[in-house]
């Protein structure tokens, strides 16, 4: 079959995890993405947090499946000029270095938009350019905190906190997938391409913008009746941490379930949807709250919302979190157990669907990944290994018109 993005070449000059997520996904769907790497060492996170001894930790091996590795010392003349090559005949590069080091290589976006005019140069950092702080090297967890998702994220007696989820790395990335595909259509339009940008800043701000809603709210009326600090505890002016609030017009909170004395996930996330009151009512076997003036609306239900998920625990007590569900999901409640990641690597749906993949790899044996979340009725991305450091450098080297004494002459020099 064929993929929508075979024939898109791609320079993937990306490292550790924002940009390389961005570029796996387009591999997945077809690009043939050529990973840029220092001989030698390759990306950093090749080394890091390994569990085999001189294998690619799965830190690589689950951002970078699907490409191909090229080693090249951009830095030295004779790899400059490789990569000139390989520039005239790609699509799109894609970088994440620090500020600045592209175009103390050489490559500036002038320098790139002379040699390919009709290439896109995709880049990620952890400011946008011309931000007061886009001289900042950025990692995940400064991300997350100059994007406002630590300050709301946690519990309200606690210290900001960060979310597991990588809203700086891998978010980024996928907005610049997105800003790499539409500058792809627009050049089938202008016949131009263009430079697109994405900072990690920008990117969780993105994901928290409910909470610049909140923060609006909380200017124009004093307080946030959602947040359970409301009614009984205090506002200042900027939007608190709301523990496990739900965020949107309905109440839900982490509920414990039957065995949460010894297991940290034996819970569940409930959700009082206002429409569901009277389903809620009859799955807890409390159809005196229907037509309780107390309870009836969600206006009446907030003062006393903490008692009332209390009196949910109370029935969750002698149920597990997947028995609960069962129950729950009858009544059209929306919930969900919280589910461990074993219990995910071992979900038999989410094998099924691709969305979890175990992949064979030439000196690991197989791993196991995350395959593409978004699905398609004409194709399903196949998930192949990452590749080994400098698997591809003669295939890739050949295909741009080298010899093999040119190839031998590149490594002598430790050019490649
Ligand atoms: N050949 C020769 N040199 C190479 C090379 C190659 N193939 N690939 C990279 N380099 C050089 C770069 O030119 C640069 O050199 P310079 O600083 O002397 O100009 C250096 O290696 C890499 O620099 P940098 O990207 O700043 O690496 P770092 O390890 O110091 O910082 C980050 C890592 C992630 C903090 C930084 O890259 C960054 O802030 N990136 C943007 C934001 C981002 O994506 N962060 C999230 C990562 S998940």
């Not at 907030?302 to 609960?324: M, N, R, V, Y």
Request: glycine share 10%; charged share 25%; proline share 6%.
């Amino acid at each position: 079959m064929t993929k929508p993005l075979e024939g898109v070449k791609i320079i993937d000059f990306t490292h550790v995890q924002a940009g390389p997520a961005c570029t796996q996904l387009l591999a997945w769907f077809g690009a043939d993405v050529i990973k840029v790497e220092r001989p030698g060492s390759g990306d950093v996170t090749r080394n890091q947090l390994r569990d085999i001894p001189d294998a690619d930790a799965l830190y690589f091996t689950m951002l970078n499946s699907n490409k191909k590795s090229l080693t090249l010392d951009t830095k030295k003349p004779e790899g400059k000029e490789v990569l000139e090559k390989l520039i005239r005949e790609s699509d799109v590069l894609v970088e994440n270095f620090g500020p600045g080091a592209l175009d103390r290589m050489g490559f500036s976006w002038e320098r790139l938009n002379e040699l390919n005019p009709k290439m896109i140069v995709a880049s990620v950092k952890g400011f946008s350019d011309g931000h007061h702080y886009d001289d900042l090297k950025v990692y995940e967890n400064v991300a997350q905190c100059a994007g406002g998702a630590a300050s709301t994220t946690g519990f309200w007696d606690g210290p900001p906190t960060i979310s597991a989820a990588a809203l700086g790395d891998s978010n980024t990335g996928m907005h610049l997938a997105i800003g790499i595909l539409t500058a792809l259509l627009g050049r089938d339009k202008t016949g131009k391409g263009q430079k697109v940008a994405v900072s990690m800043q920008d990117s969780v701000l993105n994901l928290c913008r409910v909470k610049l809603r909140d923060q609006q709210r909380l200017e124009r009326v004093g307080y946030l009746e959602e947040y359970p600090q409301y009614p009984h505890g205090e506002f200042s002016d900027v939007v608190p941490r709301g523990g496990n609030a739900g965020g949107g017009g309905q109440p839900g909170w982490v509920l414990k379930c039957k065995g949460w004395e010894t297991d940290p996930n034996a819970y569940i996330y409930f959700t009082i949807q206002g429409h569901a009151w009277e389903p809620i009512c009859k799955a807890l076997g409390k159809p005196e709250w229907i037509d309780d003036p107390a309870y009836k609306t969600a206006e009446a239900r907030q003062p006393h919302i903490f008692e009332i998920f209390g009196t949910i625990e109370a029935w969750l007590s002698d149920k597990t979190k997947f028995e609960a569900v069962d129950i729950l999901r009858k009544f059209d409640i929306p919930c969900a157990p919280v589910l461990t990641m074993k219990e995910l690597a071992n979900d038999p749906s989410l094998r099924a669907s691709g969305t979890i993949v175990e992949v064979p790899h030439k000196k690991r044996g197989s791993y196991l990944t995350v395959g593409s979340p978004i699905k398609f009725s004409d194709m399903k991305p196949e998930v192949t290994a990452s590749p080994l450091l400098g698997e591809h450098t003669d295939e890739v080297l050949a295909g741009l018109g080298y010899s093999k004494q040119d190839i031998f002459n590149l490594r002598e020099i430790k050019a490649v």
